[in-house]
């Protein structure tokens, strides 16, 4: 049973460009939550997606957009890349539904994506 | 404003016992989770507490004080192993997690 895979692994980024990390949720889970952690820091949550619609969104500007498929997959796209954006991305997937929230389900979470800024 | 206090390191000695403290202060409260994260690596779930009292699951038993604002992790026969950081994160009225920055256990033989 495939845990929760992301990629790339790292990838190295000027600013101002635009970047998508790549997210395939645990099998049979269909809710993917989005996060970035600093280093030496806690992980600050993005946003939340389930039946393919962005169920709660963090503080993060609208710079951070996501996306997810009819498989569950979940892709997050950052523009207009600043230095501060530089962070490890994680991915997590649980098992929602209708009225369900993050607090009642364990997530799993992906490796994540390094991403450098330049 | 939302805030989760851990310590940032502690230090422990093999075969011992450890004991990492959350405070948390958010707007509403619907439980509170604990993850390890070993460097460079993915947190992983270790326990959920959403009523007052102690859970215990293995070497590992977690403690919630609602009217406190307080959570703690125990780990007891400490391994190497067990050297990672520990994440608190606490579940707001929106249901968020608000995460702590981790302690960084530092076992030693």
């Known amino acids: 049973d495939a845990g929760v895979t992301q990629s790339p692994t790292h990838l190295i980024k000027t600013r101002g460009q635009q970047v998508t990390l790549r997210c395939s949720p645990k099998?049979?889970?269909?809710?993917v939550s989005w996060y970035q952690q600093a280093l030496g820091q806690g992980p600050q949550f993005i946003f939340q997606y389930y039946e393919e619609e962005e169920r709660q969104r963090g503080n993060f500007p609208d710079r951070f957009s996501g996306h997810q498929f009819p498989n569950y997959s979940s892709e997050l796209n950052v523009n207009a890349l600043l230095l501060g954006d530089s962070a490890l991305y994680l991915c997590?997937?649980?098992?929602?539904?209708?009225?369900?929230?993050?607090?009642?389900?364990?997530?799993?979470f992906g490796p994540g994506t390094r991403l450098t800024v330049l | 404003g939302q805030n989760i206090d851990q310590p940032t390191e502690m230090t422990a000695t093999e075969g011992a016992i450890v004991q990492i403290n959350c405070t948390y202060q958010?707007?509403?409260?619907?439980?509170l989770f604990w993850y390890q994260q070993h460097a460079g690596e993915a947190p992983t779930f270790l326990s959920y507490?959403?009523l007052d009292g102690l859970e215990e699951k293995g070497r590992f038993s977690s403690f919630l004080s609602r009217s406190k604002g307080y959570s703690y992790l125990l780990l007891k026969e400490l391994q190497m192993k067990d050297s990672a950081s520990y994440l608190c994160?606490?579940?707001?009225?929106?249901?968020?997690?608000?995460w702590g920055a981790g302690t960084k256990l530092i076992i030693k033989p």
């Open positions: 994160a606490a579940v707001d009225s929106n249901y968020q997690l608000i």
């Open positions: 958010t707007s509403g409260f619907n439980g």
């Open positions: 099998s049979g889970h269909d809710t």
């Open positions: 997590a997937s649980s098992l929602g539904g209708a009225g369900d929230r993050v607090a009642y389900n364990e997530q799993f």
């Open positions: 507490n959403v």
